[in-house]
Structure formats: C-alpha cells, structure tokens
C-alpha cells in the first residue's frame, strides 16, 4: 500500500528555515516527479513548486527567492527547502508525487500534510 508522507514540519521562528521531506514509506511507489502545496484556514490550496522527472523546477511567485522544490531520486524522496520564513507562511503543507508502483500505471498520491507554524 503506497503510503505517502511529509515531515518536517514545525514551529519556527520569522526569519527561520525548514526543509520538508516527502517519501513513501510503503516503500512500493517509485516517485518521478512531485509538487509542494499549502492550505491556510480560510484559504484555498496554493501550489508553491513543483518538479519534473527530469528535475525541472517551477516556484511559485509568491515563495520564490525564498522556497526551493528538490528529489533524490536514490532516496525515492522530494523536498522542500524554505527560508526567511514568515507568519503568512502558517499552513499545512501537502505533498503530492507522481509515480508508479512495480508492474503498475503512473498514479498521483498525495501526502496528509504537515503543519508549519512560524512565530513573529
């Protein structure tokens, strides 16, 4: 069973930085490609980056220059590095990869989120 997870997340302070990690740990669903999301109370889901299998990257306007979306493709992992964190940048964030199992078609999975909280 694919069981797709973040971590990472936490309670920091403003000016702080964070690094989310996304992997399956069913240990079955090989990731190709993946993207980042947040939802704050209130507020619709917001796509922050995302990256091809090919490693291309695309960072949301409003978090580039601050967010940055990587994989490691050994460690079947994607990641998510934030700096100079802010208040507004309080939400859950979501993981979503795009992958396959053995034998099986490309699917999409998306993680359960993880809470970030910054503090001013």
């Known amino acids: 069973q694919v069981q797709l997870m973040e971590s990472g997340g936490g309670l920091v302070q403003a000016g702080g930085s964070l690094r989310l990690s996304c992997t399956d740990t069913?240990?079955?669903?090989?990731?190709?490609?993946g993207g980042w999301y947040r939802q704050a109370p209130g507020n619709q889901r917001e796509c922050l980056a995302s990256?091809?299998?090919?490693?291309?990257?695309n960072i949301a306007s409003s978090v580039k220059g601050r967010f940055d979306v990587s994989k490691d493709s050994a460690k079947n992992t994607v990641y998510l590095e934030m700096n100079n964190l802010q208040p507004e940048d309080t939400a859950v964030y979501y993981c979503?990869?795009?992958?396959?199992?053995?034998?099986?078609?490309?699917?999409?999975?998306w993680g359960p989120g993880t809470q970030v909280t910054v503090s001013s």
């Open positions: 979503k990869a795009i992958g396959r199992t053995a034998g099986g078609r490309q699917r999409e999975h």
């Open positions: 069913g240990n079955i669903f090989v990731i190709n490609a």
């Open positions: 990256i091809t299998s090919g490693g291309v990257t």
